[in-house]
C-alpha cells in the first residue's frame, strides 16, 4: 500500500466537522425539517454558537409563523431591493446575543413569489446570505423540500448539507433524488444524514442503512449518520404554541436528541 493510499484511508476514517454554513434539506416534505432546524439552531446557541436561521422555503416558508415572530421584513423583501439582509434579521428566543436564543431571517410566508426565481437571482442570494453568515459562529439555512434548481444551488452554496430523512419510503426516495442532483451539480458534495421522527432506534438504523446501500451502489459514496432524532408527542404542541420545543417543553426527547446532533457535527461525524 502506498503513503498516499495509506492516508486517503485514514482520512476516510476520521471523524468529519460540519462547516460553519449548514443546510438543512429533504427529499420531501413533512419529515420535519423546519422543526429540526429551529431545535438545531437552540442547541448550537446553548454551546455558546452565535445562530443564524435563515427561512429559505421559498415557495412557502413558515419559521416566522412557527416562532411567532414579526420580523421587520423578509427574502422577499431583500430580493425586490427593499432591505437588505441584515434588516430583514429578527431575534428569536431572546437573539443570538443570548444562550438559546438565535436570529431569524424569514422567507416569505404563505407566499409562492420567490419560487420562480432565475437561477441568477437565486446566486446572488446565495452570496448575500455567505455574507451575512461571516458575523455568525453557525447558519443553519432551512432550504424548501425537493431537488429544484434553487435548492440545490443554495446547498451547493453552503459548507456541508444535512439532508433529513424518516423511515418512510417515499422519504427515501425522495432524498436519494435530492443527492443525486446535488452530486450532479458538485461531485464531491457528501451530505450528513438525520433520522427524523424516529419510532425507535433499531427503526432509524434500518432507514439509514438503507438509504446509505442506495447511495453507495449508485453514487459511490456512503453518507455518514450524524444523528437519531427520537420521536416525540411534544413537537406539535411546540409548534401550535409557536414557540422552540424546549422552551414549551424543558427536557423532552427531540430536543436532547439535538443537543446531541449538535455536538457531534461541532467535534465530528464518526464513520460507521
Given amino acids: 500500500m502506498s503513503a498516499l493510499t495509506a492516508e486517503a484511508e485514514q482520512a476516510a476514517r476520521a471523524p468529519r466537522r460540519a462547516g460553519p454554513v449548514i443546510a438543512v434539506a429533504s427529499g420531501k416534505g413533512g419529515v420535519g425539517k423546519t422543526a429540526l432546524t429551529l431545535a438545531l439552531a437552540r442547541a448550537f ?3 455558546k454558537a452565535r445562530t443564524l436561521v435563515v427561512d429559505a422555503d421559498l415557495g412557502m416558508a413558515n419559521i416566522d409563523v412557527q416562532l411567532g415572530l414579526n420580523p421587520p421584513g423578509d427574502l422577499g423583501a431583500v430580493v425586490a ?10 431575534p428569536a428566543c431572546g ?20 419560487a420562480g426565481l432565475d437561477i441568477g437571482a437565486v446566486g ?3 452570496a448575500g446570505l455567505a455574507a451575512a ?8 439555512i432551512d432550504l424548501a423540500a425537493g431537488a429544484e434548481r434553487a435548492n440545490i444551488r443554495l446547498a451547493v452554496a453552503a459548507d456541508d448539507v444535512l439532508v433529513v430523512i424518516n423511515d418512510e419510503p417515499t422519504s427515501l426516495t425522495d432524498a436519494y433524488a435530492f443527492v443525486k442532483t446535488l452530486r450532479l451539480r458538485d461531485e464531491g458534495a457528501s451530505p450528513f444524514v438525520v433520522v ?5 432506534k433499531a427503526a432509524a438504523q434500518s432507514a439509514y442503512a438503507m438509504f446509505a446501500r442506495t447511495c453507495e451502489s449508485f453514487l459511490g459514496f456512503r453518507p455518514l449518520l450524524a444523528g437519531i432524532i427520537r420521536r416525540d408527542p411534544h413537537v406539535p404542541g411546540a409548534i401550535r404554541a409557536q414557540t422552540a420545543l424546549d422552551q414549551r417543553f424543558p427536557g423532552t426527547d ?16 464518526e464513520p460507521g
Avoid at 453568515?133 to 443553519?140: A, C, E, P, V
Avoid at 427524523?196 to 425507535?200: E, F, L, S, T, V
Avoid at 443537543?259 to 465530528?268: H, I, M, P, Q, T
Fill in 95 to 114: 437573539g443570538s446575543q443570548k444562550a438559546g436564543g438565535f436570529d431569524v431571517i424569514a422567507g416569505p410566508s404563505g407566499s409562492a413569489s420567490l
Fill in 45 to 47: 446557541s446553548q454551546r
Fill in 81 to 90: 431591493g427593499r432591505l437588505t439582509l441584515a434588516e430583514a434579521v429578527a
Fill in 133 to 140: 453568515s461571516m458575523g455568525y459562529d453557525r447558519t443553519l
Fill in 124 to 126: 446572488r442570494l446565495a
Fill in 196 to 200: 427524523n421522527n424516529a419510532p425507535d
Fill in 254 to 269: 427531540a430536543a436532547k436528541d439535538a443537543s446531541v446532533l449538535a455536538r457531534a457535527l461541532e467535534r465530528g461525524v
